[in-house]
């Protein structure tokens, strides 16, 4: 017995249902599969010819501004970056303190912990009808607010808060 993918040869998989179809299906219907299957590919010749017609465009656009354009009569001048007035001297980025970034994943450690707590406070009075959640929810989210405090009180300890320093 010849199965349809054997006829069509192994390009594209049958769902189980459609395989014991084509199965039991007579010869001629198969090949009517094959031949659909081999006909959807003039169906993509709108994208290609879409995608000739995009990179023309964009091509064509291109070289008519070069073309076309006036050449730049620009001096020394005119080609400096424009900042705010000033004259560009110097580096272009300064750097920055530590602190900064100190300051910034301390607010991101501390924000976070806002994630975890809104989740908590929604469940908590549902887990407090549970004998068995009732010591644990609210034990847990102690120890978790007492990790963060110690962390916070390290932070303050280091003057990590302090901007002046």
Do not use: H
């Amino acid at each position: 017995m010849l199965f349809a993918s054997e006829l069509c040869g192994a390009r594209f998989l049958l769902s189980s249902l459609n395989w014991i179809e084509l199965k039991l299906a007579p010869l001629p219907q198969v090949f009517n599969l094959c031949v659909m299957q081999d006909t959807q590919l003039p169906q993509y010749i709108a994208v290609l010819m879409l995608f000739v017609l995009a990179v023309a465009a964009t091509g064509g656009m291109i070289v008519m501004s070069m073309m076309l354009g006036k050449k730049g009569r620009g001096s020394k001048i005119k080609d400096t970056a424009y900042e705010c007035g000033m004259l560009p001297i110097g580096e272009g980025s300064t750097r920055l303190s530590v602190k900064f970034y100190l300051v910034a994943m301390l607010f991101i450690l501390f924000d976070i912990e806002v994630v975890f707590m809104y989740p908590w406070a929604v469940v908590y009075k549902s887990m407090l009808a549970d004998e068995a959640t009732r010591n644990l929810i609210l034990g847990s989210m102690i120890s978790f607010l007492g990790i963060l405090f110690v962390g916070y009180l390290y932070a303050v300890k280091k003057r990590a808060f302090d901007w002046k320093s």
